[in-house]
């Protein structure tokens, strides 16, 4: 199929009461794992990559790898360019066939993130290209992405939205970036959502929503991996966060720790093995049971 843009899946899951999976990719074998699992699992999916990715890979070939992989896919399949620090990537991605967009001004005040999501937004238009905003902020570390935890105010989410346009919103609502979310009991403020929910219509949008598997730290580890006090988003959270109205649940941590394991996995097993493609494939193997794993809890499998 070709690339879809994310408006269309969006609305069909608020409508339906599921979410859709966004996971990000940088390279061949999470953009394969992405699409044969979505694909067998027959679930419209959201392809991302960050300015690192793009960075990473450039951003023809990354947009080509992920253009050929939807083209194999039967399902629909959008490209979405995550966390933007600027218009001018969103301008360079749109021209290169993105179909969906996020800006992050989340870091700047109420009035700039207005006025840099609007601009966003005028420029996106043009092109029938959705924008994701984000209000509050999130914390944790990967890449750019770096911040404190600044919830998200309901009564300022309605104001931004009628201000900007946005076509879906990411709130702040205790989850963050990275393998290290939470020191004490995981909880997700869903009193907060649900205020949200009731102030505004378009689709909400969870990130950092990696549940970083505990069984997949402790196999890691065993192997040689240093990850320590690691913890996630627990399942039942992101389920009641879908009820509450999340249509889009945002995963990158899970896969690059799944990726992880599958390689050391490989190379333990196998020490005189050079052939980069064996271990590689091995840690593709290692995504893909990630990622069935977590559209199967978005509720998004048979729904395209
Ligand atoms: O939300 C952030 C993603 O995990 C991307 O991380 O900037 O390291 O590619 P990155
Ligand atoms: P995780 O680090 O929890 O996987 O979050 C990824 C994300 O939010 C990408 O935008
Ligand atoms: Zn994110």
Redesign the pocket.
């Known amino acids: 199929m070709v690339l879809v843009s994310t408006k269309n899946i969006l609305r069909k899951a608020q409508k339906g009461r599921y979410a859709v999976a966004h996971f ?1 990719t ?1 390279n061949l074998e999470f953009t394969e794992a992405i699409v044969t699992a979505a694909d067998k699992l027959k679930a419209p999916v959201i392809i ?6 793009i960075k ?1 890979a450039g951003i023809q070939q990354i947009a080509s790898m992920i253009k050929i992989g939807a083209a194999k896919a039967k399902v629909p399949v959008a490209l979405h360019l ?2 933007s620090p600027g218009l001018g990537l969103i301008k360079n991605c749109v021209k290169e066939g993105w179909t969906s967009v996020m800006i992050d001004a989340s870091h700047n005040s109420f009035n700039t993130n207005v006025r840099r999501t609007r601009q966003a937004v005028q420029f996106c238009r043009r092109y029938g290209v959705p924008v994701e905003a984000e209000l509050g902020q ?1 914390g944790g570390e ?4 770096k911040g404190k935890n600044i919830f998200t105010n309901p009564v300022q989410a309605k104001a931004f939205v009628k201000k900007t346009k946005c076509d879906s919103l990411a709130v702040a609502i205790g989850t963050s ?2 393998a290290y979310k939470f020191k004490g009991n995981p909880k997700l403020d869903l009193q907060r959502l649900k205020e949200i929910r009731e102030m505004i219509s378009i689709p909400l949008v969870l ?2 929503a990696s549940s970083v598997p505990k069984d997949l730290i402790r196999k890691a580890n065993k192997l040689g991996a240093r990850i320590k006090g690691a913890a996630g988003v627990p399942d039942t959270q992101i389920k009641k966060a879908i009820k509450l109205g999340i249509c889009k649940v ?1 995963t ?2 899970d896969l ?1 720790l799944a990726f992880n394991y599958g390689v050391r996995k490989f190379l333990k097993k196998n020490p005189s093995v050079i052939d980069p493609r064996k271990a590689l494939n091995s840690g593709k193997i290692e995504i893909q049971k990630i990622v069935e794993k977590k559209i199967r809890l978005l509720g998004s499998a048979g729904k395209a």
């Not at 991302?48 to 990715?53: E, L």
């Not at 990967?142 to 992405?145: D, I, K, N, R, T």
Request: proline share 0%.
């Open positions: 990000n940088n991302a990559t960050s300015a690192g990715a990473y995550d966390h999130l990967e890449g750019w992405v970036h990275g990130h950092g945002n990158d941590t690059r």
